[in-house]
């Protein structure tokens, strides 16, 4: 059977910087598990590895659509299957690494997505409906065509709202009742990585400061000087949501600061729904009080067992 290494945990925890080590320690490349670092010129907001990282350790699945092409779930699993084929291929352990649970899921578990392709006028429809009457109501109907699945989404994530209710509309059947699993041809070690809640909060506030210095700001100016408005799924992100709010006189910048941090504080605990710490399937690790020594023992160990 062959190896995958998992890295989940949530955002700010130090996923990338355990995955550029560990594969320099086991031959690996790493496969990017990141909803937004796919697309490309979104680098500060998205904590993209730099350039030297990158050319240090081969990354996979950052920087391959425009901020303006449509991205499904169904692509990233198709593109993330092919990218681990590739790896094992070449002998190499590949590493799948970040905290979009969606994406990380469907991989490790395997999910039967649905291939139903965008109907832009649908879209258009029901985001118009989210903006102008709220999420609110946007989120009623799917509780009514699909309460499971109503469950599994964040209301305030438009996008899945409406790509749920899209899917229903074209099938006639509940999103969350279309796909079924099929164990993928490897076999996986999940490493999770956790702390404190108060500690990772100061953590996250003092990153959402560095990515300021480092030209947020600027970096959302550019996008919509090069034509990519603030209503595309990819600018809806954490963080160039609130600049874009401060760009447009909406908001005053330490206001859109704050409200990053407070947006990330809410984003983190919806990543441990995703990954919970009571999941027997993941190898927790407390990042304050247990190192890399211990990890790479674990990971050698399920390396060399048959």
Known sequence: MKRLVAIVGPTGIGKSRLALHLAGRFHGE????????V????????AKPTPQELSHIPHHLINIVNPDDDFSLAQYQELAYKAIEDIHRRNQLPFLVGGSGLYVKAVLEGWQVPRVSPDRE?????????????VDELYEELVRVDPEAARKIDRRNVRRVVRALEVYARTEKPFSRLGHKKAPAFDSFIIGLTAERAALYRTVDRRVDEMIERGLVREVENLLKMGYHLDL???SGIGYRQVGQYLNGELALEAAIQKIKTETHRYIRHQYAWFRLTDDRIHWFDVESQGDDEIEKELAGFLRSE
């Not at 429809?125 to 989210?130: G, H, I, P, T, V």
């Open 233 to 235: 799924p990819s600018m």
């Open 122 to 134: 649908f879209r258009y429809n029901r985001e118009k409906l989210a903006s102008e009457s709220g």
């Open 39 to 46: 697309y490309r010129y979104l680098d500060v907001g998205t």
């Open 30 to 37: 790493i496969v990017s598990a990141d909803s937004r670092q």
